[in-house]
């Protein structure tokens, strides 16, 4: 049965993603991925067109003599940055400035540290910072950046469309900043008027829980709401708890 190659780009892509954006591997699995006997060149440039269809990129050539290559996905961090290393001439050095900027950063903040927080969580820090507040627990890292290469950066991070700053989403920010829970407190409280204090909190939690989870949806086009982690430590971010 012949291979459809636009399936087994696809699926090859899937594993590129997994793996974080490139993937080491054979000259003869690409071959044999395409259920191709022999790579010639004509056919090594229709694979080629059918990878960049589905914006990934192989290096080297396949034509090229080798055992070894790489795929990239070009939609990836590290899809870019190779695309920038490979086409200097048509890919602007964006990607590679972005890179060796995260590096400087690295290692100039030595109490930078991954702390990875649900998507939503993220979310949360994402519109109060849009407001120009700084998020609850949390604060910046001494370094060069405006405030608005932050929310940019966690935008990015979070998957959001690019008009991230107009103000629909400004307003939506403000919204939600409203209605947040301010952080009880009820040191020397009677016990009874303590439980209450503390039930009435959880309400308020859930309650704001629930908007936070509309204003995602919409913020994704009705979208689900992602499950995956964003570590905000590495995007410049720390808890105030951290000395």
Avoid at 47 to 76: C, K, N, Q
Avoid at 105 to 131: N, T
Avoid at 141 to 163: F, G, I, N, T
Avoid at 186 to 198: R, Y
Wanted: charged residues 30%; glycine residues 6%.
């Amino acid at each position: 049965m012949t291979i459809d190659w636009n399936e087994a780009a696809a699926g090859l892509k899937r594993d590129v993603r997994e793996h974080g954006g490139f993937l080491t591997m054979q000259r003869d699995s690409l071959r044999e991925r395409f259920d191709i006997g022999r790579l010639t060149e004509g056919i090594t440039e229709d694979l080629l067109a059918t990878l960049h269809r589905h914006r990934m990129i192989v290096f080297p050539h396949p034509y090229d003599r080798g055992t070894s290559l790489r795929v990239y996905d070009v939609e990836s961090d590290i899809g870019k940055i190779a695309l920038a290393v490979l086409d200097p001439q048509g890919v602007t050095e964006r990607a590679l400035v972005d890179a060796v900027n995260l590096y400087e950063r690295a290692e100039a903040g030595k109490r930078r540290r991954s702390v990875c927080v649900p998507w939503l969580s993220a979310l949360d820090v994402f519109l109060q910072l849009v407001i120009g507040r700084p998020p609850e627990a949390w604060e910046d890292l001494d370094d060069d950046r405006e405030p608005y290469q932050l929310v940019a950066a966690l935008a990015e991070s979070l998957k959001l469309r690019a008009d991230i700053d107009d103000a629909e989403t400004v307003r939506m920010a403000g919204a939600v900043s409203a209605f947040r829970p301010r952080v009880p407190r009820w040191e020397g409280a009677p016990p009874a008027l303590a439980a209450i204090l503390a039930e009435a909190a959880r309400k308020q939690k859930y309650i704001f829980d629930g908007m936070l989870r509309d204003a995602a949806k919409y913020m994704l086009g009705g979208a689900e709401i992602p499950s995956r982690d964003v570590d905000l430590g590495r995007l410049g971010l720390r808890y105030r708890r951290e000395a």
